[in-house]
């Protein structure tokens, strides 16, 4: 008989549902990939994610589900679960408390967005009691969802919780929720108490799952490599170096189907490694949906992606100022920074005839960049 291994996954973004970086790529691919492994036991992956309000769903195709409540500062706070399907993959949108209060997914107040992913982190916990399915492993990702694990840790004298076994993929080191003393107090999670993490880690959300985690997994061997040096350890190489055997890094895949040019439905134009010739089509169709001078001699450069000092926006916006005698055009695609975002308007502005700012979500859009600009910056 088939051992069935149930697995939830968590995220704060998922395509095709919402998306502003690469989480939500792997957070709509992985799972899927992951049931559709072969092997001795059958991978039950689900997923769940907060109902965003820039999630658009049709209602035909969502199932009310469970309700019940998370506990903030002895109120009862009322979450409800609806369920939808990504491929027969079970799809959990959590609502309720500061998640149906949020206007976007990632805000620039980081005391509203520590609360929402709190309240999202315990009450993905709690569902697991109310679904009638237990998973066997929890798995997070970032700091958003950290704090599932170490509540799980918390609870692990509750035989309910006891048997399941967590993993957080660390995606951004950098980005670890910040100082969570005041969410930790009104949600009944106490600081940790050890001292093989530094001081200041006690209440960061990030941190916390990492400490409490059963396996830490980075979205590469390179980067797992990386962030145990001072230069990108984040103040915490010593204890992930401390984590020995259960910190590895693997590397992201590809979903060659979903990203596969020869059938993505979002281009002008189809083409693969045979059929290069028509991938021009795709340049044009950009440019005219951009409203930029359909010149196929001019390069069209390119960036998608969360804007951000981490991803270089900054040195990019700094950049094109300085090549502004030379022919080129460029996009740009996201959301993030504020004031990046106003420094890609401003950019935007000064050379209307070249540079188009989308600061939005828009995955169909980025997929037609992805098919028609000649250079992307990364």
């Not at 506990?71 to 949108?93: H, K």
């Not at 929720?177 to 005041?182: K, M, T």
């Not at 090549?323 to 990046?340: C, H, R, T």
């Not at 979500?361 to 910056?377: C, H, Q, S, T, V």
Request: aromatic share 8%.
């Amino acid at each position: 008989m088939t051992k069935t291994i149930n697995i939830l996954f968590l995220a704060s973004e998922a395509e095709p549902f919402v998306k502003v970086g690469g989480l939500a790529d792997v957070a709509g691919s992985l799972p899927l990939a992951l049931r559709a492994l072969p092997g001795e036991a059958r991978l039950d992956v689900r997923l769940a994610l907060p109902l965003h309000r820039a999630i658009q769903l049709d209602p035909a195709n969502l199932i009310s589900g469970v309700g019940f409540s998370v506990s903030r500062g002895g109120i009862d706070l009322p979450a409800r679960v609806l369920e939808g399907e990504l491929d027969d993959m079970p799809v959990y949108f959590i609502a309720g408390g500061p998640i149906s209060e949020a206007a976007s997914v990632y805000s620039s107040d980081p005391t509203f967005d520590r609360e929402k992913y709190t309240f999202f982190s315990l009450a993905a916990l709690e569902m697991t009691r109310h679904l009638g399915w237990r998973p066997d492993i929890l798995h997070a990702n970032d700091w958003h969802t950290a704090l599932a694990l170490y509540a799980l840790r918390a609870r692990r004298s509750d035989p309910f919780f006891a048997p399941i076994r967590s993993v957080l993929t660390l995606h951004n080191l950098p980005y670890m929720g910040g100082n969570g003393s005041q969410q930790l107090a009104a949600y009944g999670l106490k600081p940790v108490e050890d001292e093989t993490l530094p001081q200041w880690a006690h209440t960061q959300p990030l941190p916390l799952g990492l400490w409490a985690a059963d396996a830490l997994v980075a979205v590469s061997p390179t980067y797992a490599q990386e962030v145990l040096t001072p230069e990108f350890g984040c103040g915490l190489q010593n204890f992930l170096r401390g984590r020995g055997d259960s910190f590895s890094g693997i590397l992201n895949g590809l979903d060659t189907v979903s990203w596969d040019p020869a059938a993505d439905p979002a281009l002008a134009a189809n083409f693969d490694a045979r059929s290069l010739a028509s991938r021009p089509v795709n340049k044009a169709a950009l440019q005219e949906r951009l409203d930029l001078q359909n010149d196929p001699a001019i390069p069209l450069l390119a960036m998608v992606g969360r804007i951000d000092p981490q991803k270089g926006v900054d040195i990019l916006l700094d950049a094109a100022r300085q090549i502004v005698d030379l022919p080129w055009q460029m996009v740009i695609l996201g959301k993030g920074d504020a004031s990046l975002e106003d420094g890609a308007r401003r950019l935007e502005a000064d050379f209307p005839g070249r540079v188009r700012a989308v600061i939005d979500y828009n995955a169909p859009l980025g997929r037609l960049i992805y098919g028609g600009a000649d250079m992307f910056l990364m």
